[in-house]
């Protein structure tokens, strides 16, 4: 089986970072694209980034030039960098990834709350 276990979240004010972290345990399995989503209360759970295994990338329009997603394919682990975060990246932020070979699947992670206040 697949696990995805989330790092990083917390509460910041307005104009600083954050970096999350999710690395997928297990074994017999390849990941292919990782990603992050968000949602925020009464709201529905949208695309922040995506990243395929070759490191090709996707961001919302609403986090271009801010948040960079990269990975490191060897520990099966993505990485969220966000910079100049705002009071509308207040979300629970989740991890995705897709699997193939001995496991197929998509796996979403237990999410991690990003606060941002002043």
């Known amino acids: 089986q697949v696990q995805l276990v989330e790092s990083g979240g917390g509460l910041v004010q307005p104009g600083m970072s954050l970096r999350l972290s999710c690395a997928a345990s297990?074994?017999?399995?390849?990941?292919?694209?990782m990603g992050w989503y968000r949602q925020a209360p009464g709201n529905q759970r949208e695309l922040v980034a995506t990243?395929?295994?070759?490191?090709?990338?996707n961001y919302a329009d609403s986090v271009k030039g801010r948040f960079t997603i990269s990975r490191d394919n060897a520990k099966n682990t993505v990485f969220l960098q966000m910079n100049s975060l705002k009071p509308e990246d207040t979300a629970v932020y989740y991890c995705?990834?897709?699997?193939?070979?001995?496991?197929?699947?998509?796996?979403w992670g237990q999410g991690t709350q990003v606060t941002v206040s002043s």
């Open positions: 990243i395929t295994r070759g490191g090709s990338t």
């Open positions: 995705n990834a897709n699997t193939y070979g001995g496991v197929w699947g998509n796996y």
């Open positions: 297990g074994s017999g399995f390849t990941v292919a694209t």
